[in-house]
């Protein structure tokens, strides 16, 4: 059986690194899925296939990955190099070859120093530990100042720092406040969700601490294996796991290294072979040399490599800032539009106003500039990334109550799109433990499958520990009741023997009769048997049946003393057995829309056997006609053309290697394919870094959890359904929070856009009032009375009727106090009043509450409600906009036209006068849209959140409730109570303060209305979309699995 020698120890790691590499321009490729068609699928596979194999960062990446391929083999043998050297010091001469015949590794003899027959003395081993360092996995950690720091500098915290600078240049030093307190809000909660999720590394140096017996100094002793140094005397014994990677001194041992190759049986390493570390001694014992430790094996230097390389985001992060790209470009746009058309037309609005009410140049710039900076800080998505890495935490904390620990976030997004998951076979879909089968073929009357299980007991050393893996089926995992064979006296007992291929016990029955019992090989044990030629036609026949399943077979034979014939028994059956969970797993799965493919390095007969009873698919192919890494390691060009044909269709492959099962993940993923990727050894670790989402099965080695984006700590694959069905929620959490900022950043910037354009609050002013242009009325004119010359800040209304002004006393009408409800302010000097602004804005803590509080309770949307989707999830951005274009247009037409009837309240036609409300103050007025605006974000985050349904098709979650209703209540209480006075200059005024107290309930009232209108919008948009097949929301086009294949 093929083994992972010396040689091909670099091939692995080589492989592992491009791995790594490749991870780094997985999250271009993400983009490129998920930006080139947003609108679906379908197109975009096709554009992924050319992107993917024709683009110049392709190919660039793979020059890198080839380079640095060839670096890591010449440190690699460097290394090897240095350490075979010291290790001849150590021992002061090379080994002697090993006498007997020579095979292939004879070879590896010549190259090896073994160690001192007494050990390394503790004096020498300090000094190579001194040299070459603990046999432990270092630790990469990032400092936590330096988590923080990155937390400042990224593209949303750039933003409010410039934002911050500008109000700090232009004098307003509160709003900069208010704009740093934010700016270090958003950083300390990053902080915490960031360091919550835990740091993976740490778990594996924890994981590479065995003991190690060791004899040093002449003496044997179990110590701490990470003191293990290069030349030291190692016992390999059956049971223990290899310290390190050690060659093997003398005689024979059989070492399971599955993890390492896929292969169910052990392998037996003769002298000169190196057993790696990750693999274990399951027969024999012998005297093993230390060659590499640590980082410097193949197992550490793997993992070592892995761990190397982070992507945290992945996709998802790479998604959010296209979206934050987009938005920010269009505030951006818009602001810097609106700054210029604010300074130009102040200026010009200037000079129309009377000399006692103009301004100077540089306070319209001012003003202008500092309008700006805060509708652009309010519309960008500030808390976008907190808010999804909060979701994503709270997502992986339940993963983890399943079983399933996440060691990168960003792979719960991409298991919800996954559509292909490729299983490695050994120890991942079966038990990786050889099991006896109840198909037991019978060839003597009277016997059954109990009876012959029972009598395989008795054929061996039942008190004894059992001496190699066919006795640890019979005794141990058997099930059977072994106190019965007490009842036998064992007189004698031949243990197997390889020559002979067989055991057997010589037994004396409760009777006193005497008999014997074998079992080895079926065609020895027919050999022996006395009605040969009568049974030999059906055994055969069945042998070769079970080995066409790929099922091994143990005969049993009967000798009576009585008779001196021996009777064959019948045939034990054993296999690598499917875990009990796994056919379930692969059909829900399959209702899921996951295809599950099977990638094994066992033969192909063991593997059509088990996709058989898994229900998998009889497609099941060897690696001849796969891809394979060039000379250089580079990656085949025409990947998908040249091989998509086969791979894609098939339900899986047989003999495989490490770089096809890398290849595998790759070729479908540049198919189009969102591929995830379970296994458990070393072999396995190149292609669960390179797939999408990589998952470890439980008793996984710790090469392949550094690879793994998802650990399983519970026994089964049924974990791997919950982690699909929650990572499906999760997905809908974060597609509904960034639908709904989407649309509360386009009704924000829209709004105020719109509002400066449209809605000028002076000409309002003047067209109900005073011309200061003309010093005549215009229009029907209502006024506040007048008493004493004292401008009056309130209204009074007598009969159902507005006071007018008072004609005969023009003297009012040129003083400052004579314009309908305007701005006055008592002063030293007197009540001083001015006329409305030119144009409309909230104060910057209005506008930074409204951002806060809705941002804060946004938090509690990881906790809420959602249904999974029973198809893979992908990001249909096209679709995500359009929804809240139509979302996020609907609130702000409704706060256009509640601003324009409030500036328009003093009209005596007006939509205020038609509803009998009275005039509002220009304070009033900003705290009703304040109100307005944040009761409009809240209840669009409501319509978000069922996407398909009316919002009531799903009831949110008592914390999203909770949350909401906090934030809402804040809300209103400051709208509805805010005292009287000026922010940023502009007046306020409650909208509960005065005579007339009911203006917040009209509030409410005009939103829920308007929240209806906006969800009936949404679901008549949604199923126009589905209707005509525009941007349709499906999974990747599954065309190549109807194709025929007939390569074999």
């Not at 909401?964 to 909208?991: E, Q």
Request: with cysteine.
């Amino acid at each position: 059986m093929p083994f992972i020698s010396t040689d091909e120890g670099p091939a692995i790691m080589d492989l592992v690194r491009m791995s790594m590499d490749m991870r780094n321009d997985r999250g271009s490729n993400e983009m490129r899925r998920s930006s080139t068609n947003p609108g679906g699928a379908r197109g975009s596979a096709d554009m992924r296939r050319t992107s993917n194999q024709g683009s110049d960062a392709s190919v660039v990446a793979t020059r890198r990955i080839s380079q640095e391929v060839s670096r890591v083999s010449q440190d690699l043998h460097r290394r090897r190099r240095e350490q075979k050297k010291d290790q001849e010091d150590v021992v002061g001469a090379t080994a002697k070859d090993a006498t007997g015949s020579h095979d292939e590794h004879d070879e590896a003899d010549k190259n090896f120093a073994q160690a001192p027959h007494d050990g390394l003395t503790s004096q020498r081993a300090e000094e190579l530990l001194a040299q070459w360092g603990k046999n432990e996995l270092p630790e990469k950690s990032t400092p936590m100042w330096l988590v923080f720091f990155r937390l400042l500098t990224g593209p949303m915290p750039i933003m409010l720092w410039l934002a911050a600078i500008i109000e700090a240049i232009i004098g307003q030093y509160a709003d900069m406040g208010i704009l740093l307190a934010i700016q270090f809000i958003n950083a300390f909660i990053s902080f915490y969700e960031t360091t919550k999720a835990g740091d993976a590394v740490a778990a594996l140096k924890k994981s590479l601490k065995p003991t190690a017996t060791c004899k040093r100094d002449g003496k044997w002793a179990d110590m701490n294996a990470t003191l293990l140094v290069p030349g030291d005397l190692v016992l390999l014994a059956s049971g223990t796991a290899v310290p390190a990677d050690c060659f093997v001194n003398e005689g024979t041992v059989e070492i399971d290294q599955s993890a390492m190759t896929g292969e169910s049986l052990p392998v037996k390493f003769k002298r000169g072979d190196v057993a790696k570390l990750g693999s274990n001694v399951v027969r024999g014992e012998t005297e093993g040399t230390v060659e590499t430790t640590g980082p410097n094996t193949v197992f550490g230097k793997t993992a070592q490599m892995l761990q190397a390389v982070t992507n945290e985001g992945g996709s998802l992060q790479i998604l959010l800032m296209r979206i934050m790209l987009i938005l920010v470009s269009l505030s951006l746009t818009l602001c810097i539009i609106a700054l210029v058309y604010l300074i130009v037309e102040g200026r010009k609005a200037n000079l129309l106003r009377p000399e006692l009410h103009r301004k100077a140049d540089h306070e319209i710039v001012k003003e202008s500039l500092s309008f700006a900076v805060v509708v652009l800080v309010a519309s960008i998505p500030l808390a976008i990334e907190i808010v999804t890495t909060t979701t994503l935490a709270l997502g992986s904390k339940e993963l983890s109550a399943k079983g399933a620990i996440v060691t990168r976030l960003g792979a719960i997004e991409e298991m919800a799109g996954m559509d292909m998951l490729c299983s490695d076979k050994t120890g991942t879909l079966t038990l990786n433990k050889m099991v006896i089968q109840e198909d037991c073929p019978i060839y003597t009357p009277g016997e059954t499958y109990e009876s012959v299980l029972f009598q395989a007991a008795l054929a061996a050393k039942w008190k004894e520990p059992p001496r190699d893996a066919l006795d640890t089926m019979v005794l141990k995992t058997s099930g059977q009741d072994l106190t019965k064979c007490d009842d036998y006296k064992q007189l004698d007992f031949t243990p197997f023997d390889p020559r002979t291929k067989r055991t057997e016990g010589k037994l004396q029955g409760p009777d006193g009769k005497i008999f014997r019992i074998t079992k080895g090989a079926p065609h020895v044990i027919l050999g022996m048997c006395h009605n040969k030629e009568e049974i030999e036609q059906l055994v055969e026949a069945k042998v070769h049946e079970l080995g066409s399943r790929g099922v091994r077979s143990l005969a049993l034979a009967r000798m009576d003393d009585e008779d001196g014939m021996w009777k064959m028994l019948g045939i034990l059956t054993f296999l690598d057995p499917p875990r009990p969970d796994t056919k379930v797993t692969i059909e829900r799965c399959g209702h899921y829309g996951v295809r599950v493919k099977m990638i094994t390095g066992d033969h192909l007969v063991i593997a059509k056997e088990t996709a058989r009873m898994l229900g998998m698919g009889p497609k099941i192919y060897t690696a001849e006609g796969l891809p394979v890494l060039g000379s250089d390691g580079e990656i085949p060009e025409g990947l998908v053309e040249q091989y998509g044909s086969k791979i894609c269709p098939a339900d899986g492959f047989a003999s495989v290697f490490p770089e096809h099962k890398y290849l595998i993940v790759e070729t479908l993923r540049r198919a189009g394919f969102r591929v995830g990727m379970t296994g458990d050894g070393v072999n396995d670790a190149p292609a669960l870094k390179r797939a999408d989402v990589g998952i470890a099965v439980q008793g996984a080695t710790d090469a392949a959890r550094a690879a793994a984006d998802l650990v399983l700590t519970g026994e089964g694959l049924s974990t791997i359904i919950d982690g699909i069905e929650i990572s499906r929620e999760i997905f809908a959490r974060l597609k509904n929070f960034i639908s709904y900022r989407i649309a509360a950043t386009l009704q924000l910037l829209t709004f105020f856009f719109i509002s400066v354009f449209a809605f000028k609050p002076e000409e309002y002013y003047n067209h109900n009032g005073f011309n200061m242009t003309t010093g005549e009325f215009a229009g029907q004119y209502i006024d506040v009375p007048r008493h004493n010359y004292v401008c009056l800040s309130g209204y009074i209304k007598e009969n159902n009727q507005f006071l007018g002004i008072d004609y005969n006393q023009p003297s009012k009408i040129m003083s400052g106090c004579d314009i309908v409800l305007p701005i006055c302010e008592t002063t030293n000097l007197g009540q001083q009043c001015q006329p409305w602004p030119a144009f409309f804005q909230l104060p910057v803590l209005m506008l930074m509450l409204i951002t806060l509080l809705n941002d804060g309770a946004l938090i509690s949307i990881g906790y809420d409600f959602v249904k999974p989707s029973p198809l893979p999830e992908i990001w249909n951005l096209a679709r995500l906009f359009i929804v809240a274009v139509v979302m996020g247009g609907t609130a702000m037409g409704s706060s256009l036209l509640i601003l324009s009837a409030a500036l328009d309240s003093n009209n005596p036609d007006g939509i205020f006068a038609g509803l009998d409300l009275p005039p509002m103050e220009y304070g009033k007025i900003i705290c009703l849209i304040y109100l307005q605006v944040s009761l409009c974000t809240f209840l669009t985050l409501f319509s978000c959140r069922t996407q398909e349904g009316f919002f009531w098709s799903v009831l949110p979650s008592r914390p999203l409730m909770a949350a909401v209703f906090v934030s809402i209540s804040i809300s209103t209480f400051l709208a509805s109570f805010w005292p009287t006075g000026t922010l940023d200059g502009l007046p306020v005024m409650g909208l509960a303060r005065g005579d007339y107290t009911l203006m917040p309930l009209w509030v409410w009232i005009y939103c829920i209305i308007w929240w209806f209108v906006q969800d009936i919008l949404k679901v008549s948009t949604i199923a126009m979309l589905n209707k005509f097949d525009i941007f349709p929301n499906t999974p990747m086009d599954m065309a190549l699995f109807d194709k025929g294949n007939d390569v074999v």
